[in-house]
């Protein structure tokens, strides 16, 4: 692992890989070992409620038919009118993604000490690299992870394939990666890794 800081303020990791690799429970185990986390999706989620910021121009953009009855954007209505259109997800990221990353950063600069794990789904494909100290991908097989979305999700195959397809393959993220997790097996292996990671990152930083 190669440590990027200029000086020995908090180290500041990237966390993302492919959707169902298991990249959440990673920021779980993370988090509940002490370390501070923030998760991108989570701001995402925030950022499209009614009355937040990119609300109003999503609907715009996308009409009616993206809101439940409640008045609320439906992730699900709007994520099928974007995987599969790559002209449609582009604009639905210029609506959202300066704001993301604006609070991002501000996070990041608020960090003094000890380390922050952000979970950054589209690390590499937003070219955010520079945003962190060490980048780490959680990695799992093709079929581990439609099993794992098909569970959590219940969406048809192709739904899920659809949403693969719209990030950047698994094994360039694996390439670009400081650190790559594999989470092939069981949920006490990854928290054993995790451990093992939170400890090495503590004697980075001098906790």
Do not use: W
Not at 15 to 40: V, W, Y
Not at 48 to 62: Q, T
């Amino acid at each position: 692992m190669k440590d990027k800081r200029p000086g020995k303020r908090a180290l500041i990791v990237g966390l993302t890989g492919g959707i169902g690799s298991g990249k959440s429970e990673a920021l779980r185990c993370f988090g509940g070992l002490g370390a501070d986390t923030m998760s991108l999706d989570a701001v995402a989620r925030r950022a499209l409620l009614r009355g937040a910021a990119a609300y109003r121009a999503v609907v715009r953009a996308f009409g009616p038919g993206v809101l439940d009855a409640r008045g609320e954007i439906d992730r699900r209505a709007l994520g099928r009118l974007v995987f599969g259109d790559l002209k449609a997800r582009r604009r639905l990221e210029r609506l959202t993604h300066p704001a993301i990353i604006r609070q991002m950063r501000r996070r990041i600069k608020a960090q003094r000490r000890g380390v922050l794990v952000v979970d950054a789904p589209l690390l590499y494909e937003a070219a955010l690299e520079r945003e962190f100290h060490m980048t780490m991908v959680v990695a799992a097989s093709r079929g581990r992870r439609l099993a794992r979305l098909r569970r959590r999700d219940g969406l048809p195959k192709a739904q899920l394939r659809l949403r693969m397809a719209a990030q950047l393959p698994l094994r360039d993220k694996v390439r670009r990666a400081d650190v790559v997790l594999d989470n092939d097996g069981s949920r006490e292996e990854l928290r054993r890794k995790i451990r093992e990671y939170h400890k090495a990152f503590g004697l980075m930083h001098g906790g």
